[in-house]
């Protein structure tokens, strides 16, 4: 269960939250203002996201999130404030803060932004456990194909073009995008951190999505009683990152596809454009092109966001990144959970490079975690993977063992026949079989006698 830290001064908003997002299945504790909210997280009871009021009379919003990063843990905090202004939002966005809202709020809103900030997160530390430790944002790989990428990445970072990222749910995607992100990042001279948003697009409302990417004006619509800038503003000088751009409505994608053009847009609402510089990268497990013959995608928007292609192979497609994947996510749960797991057996090394893979990357980090859940100390057995996988791995040590014996039926075979120089009575005779039984394995094992 996720669990979620409430910052306000005001009792009864924080009671309106707690009841909110308990509803919503979280676990929720509250605290009167910042200096009460770090006490909390100094006990070491750390969130896996922190709601918390800009304004507060004892530590406000941005001393808390000054703390938050202090500590080192990457703990999301959403920033509240009543004043609705976008300098605040973007001054506690640059220091930090993952998103703001405005009070009083929108309840279908905040539950849009804490559960699309819960899986960005859950992404972001998917992402983490992708790296190499030879390099802050190192990816892991040993096929040719993620190498060709990762120099892809590397000669297109600190150019502004668009990229279009293709590949199947949980094959990394994102990863690659927070890549030419860190890289970029980079090559700006900045006091503050280059700007990643990302949405994903398939977890917004179509209502919603054209005022989450846009912002409105207070007054737009039912519901809006503060002016909102929208996601794109919040990437402002930074990159946007538009996961799943297939699942945007057609009305939508009019007018993103004039933001990429000119880098202006309205906000709902308002008649003045407001101008962004913002990267654009966007990614699919659709097939986009075949979405523009049916109609379903703006062939003009398309494009645009495909200036740059790179398409990323499914697991099955490069095995060799298999196993290292499977002893980088080990060696990160092994830490987590504090189990000393010494490595993967056999059985379960074959059975990870025979399995097809459909959940990719993902699927394969939460089958190494439930391994190192239900696993003793020591090296990883069969017993430790899911039934269907189980299954592969007793059929490949069985397979394995016939042929370690083949194997062994060879050599002394081979033994035999040399130490009496091909003679084949001498050396059934040592071996204790008949002269039809050698001939047999001779034939068998494609040996020439003397």
Partial sequence: MKRILVV??????CDVLSMLLEDDGYEVATAENGRKAIEILDAGAIPDLIISDLKMPVKDGMQLLEHVKRMGRDVPLVMITAYGSIENAVEAMKR????FITKPFNK???RHVVHNLLKTDDLRKEN???KEGSGEQGIVWRSAAMREIMETVEKIAPAPSAVLLLGESGTGKEVIARAIHARASAHVQTDFSVPFVSINCPGVPDSLIESELFGYRKGAFTGAVQNYGGKICLADNGILF??????????TQAKLLKFIEDKTFEPLGSTTRVRVEARIICATNRDITAMVKEGRFREDLYYRINTITI???PLRERPEDILPLAEHFLAHYSIAMAKRITGISEEVRAALRSYHWPGNARELRNIIERAVVLSSPGVLGPDCLPPEMRAGARKDAVETGENRFEQVERDMLCDALRR???NISAAARELGVTRDTVRYRIRKHGLQSG
Avoid at 8 to 13: G, S
Avoid at 96 to 99: C, F, L
């Fill in 96 to 99: 930090g803060a993952a998103d």
């Fill in 242 to 251: 538009l996961d799943e751009i297939g699942e945007i409505p057609l009305q």
């Fill in 108 to 110: 279908d809103i905040i």
């Fill in 420 to 422: 009496h120089e091909g």
């Fill in 311 to 313: 398409r990323i192979p």
């Fill in 8 to 13: 306000d001064d005001e009792v009864n908003l």
């Fill in 128 to 130: 983490q456990l992708l």
